[in-house]
């Protein structure tokens, strides 16, 4: 079908800065759309893991209840007036959001979504990635300082000591998928994977995959270590004085970085768009061949959604399950027990390098 479509549009003969460009308004797009439904979809499975239904009254024709509820609270959103503080810093406080939601956008510039298509593939597309996530806490120290109110900065100045914890705890996680891909590039993480599911990064680096996982958890502020929000204490946290479109970047960019998280667990230590059949139809011709059996069973951009879409529910069953921690809590157990985890973990993984043990092994 893909094939079909690009030849009817002469994609094959585009220019490659015009390719270039169609890509990142069709993945912009697609990913506002999918931020839009992944807050239905949230509220959703929270409504039946609390036995009621969630939004069920904003259909179409009667059918789908609630398939329209994003668009209603975009409407809604879009009419409500942006409020600035008389004492605010104006010029921080409007390109603030700004900040926040440009670096959740842009990383998605790197990542692999199939085997064939990555709008830049840059050799060093982990440090492109590392260097942009850590962007976003200006955005957010930005927003609590210039908006000139106490709880503002108070939730600001959380939510930076939490990222920093987490960041650090984060980049050890990634040492290690460094050193079982021997490369920068995604793509290249992604094909060290090759050989279906147990040769994937999760299985060897266990442990590294729960630090960074976690530690995604906490920089997107999503519950339990959504201090930075906390409505019983700081009324909301650093965006308590935005309203309306404003309000609605912040919103935007934590979903946005969510599913940036998700997708990107899935790279590293699930396979991205491998297939986990892939070491089992390597040799098996005959199903490849089949059009339809051949291209669900084989690589590509299905899988990749897939495992992302599983990684994304996580943080709705989070949400849904756990009592946010103390904020001396998320410091604990960023700084006192997930560094530690990962440094000790990178050593082993030393250890299994340097005598050739499981995915380094040599096969004569």
């Known amino acids: 079908m893909m094939v079909w479509l690009g030849n009817l549009i002469g994609y094959p003969a585009w220019p490659e800065y015009l390719k270039s460009t169609f890509w990142v308004v069709g993945v912009t797009v697609a990913l506002i759309l999918a931020v839009a439904f992944t807050t239905l979809w949230e509220r959703k499975v929270i409504g039946w893991m609390q036995l009621r239904k969630g939004p069920n009254r904003v259909t179409v024709f009667g059918i789908f209840p609630g398939i329209l509820q994003p668009f209603a609270d975009v409407i809604k959103l879009l009419v409500k007036e942006v409020v600035i503080p008389a004492e605010a810093n104006k010029v921080l406080f409007r390109i603030a959001p700004m900040i926040t939601l440009i670096p959740a956008f842009a990383i998605w510039a790197v990542v692999p979504l199939d085997p064939n298509l990555v709008i830049a593939d840059l050799n060093a597309g982990l440090l492109y990635v590392l260097a942009l996530t850590s962007v976003g806490v200006y955005g957010v120290i930005l927003a609590g300082w210039a908006s ?101 970047l912040f919103f935007l960019a934590e979903y946005a970085n969510m599913i940036l998280i998700s997708t990107l667990t899935a790279i590293f230590f699930f396979g991205g768009w491998l297939s986990p059949f892939d070491g089992y139809l390597s040799a098996d011709a005959g199903i490849r061949s089949v059009p339809f059996v051949g291209a669900v069973l084989g690589d590509g951009f299905h899988w990749l959604f897939l495992k992302l879409f599983l990684v994304l529910c996580l943080f709705f069953w989070f949400r849904a399950t756990f009592p946010r921690y103390r904020y001396d809590q998320i410091m604990r157990l960023g700084w006192k027990i997930l560094i530690p985890i990962t440094i000790v973990w990178i050593a082993v993984e030393g250890v299994m390098v340097y005598f050739k043990v499981g995915p380094w092994r040599v096969v004569s």
């Open 148 to 248: 000139n109110s106490k709880y503002a900065f108070l939730g600001a100045m959380r939510s930076a000591a939490q990222i920093v914890a987490y960041e650090i705890a984060m980049g050890f996680a990634l040492v290690g998928v460094i050193m079982a891909a021997g490369s920068l590039n995604l793509g290249d993480i992604i094909k060290g994977q090759q050989g279906a599911a147990l040769a994937w990064n999760w299985f060897w680096l266990f442990p590294l995959m729960l630090v960074y996982f976690i530690s995604g958890v906490a920089e997107t502020n999503r519950a339990p270590f959504d201090v930075a929000e906390g409505e019983s204490e700081i009324v909301a946290g650093f965006h308590v004085e935005y309203s309306g479109i404003a309000f609605a």
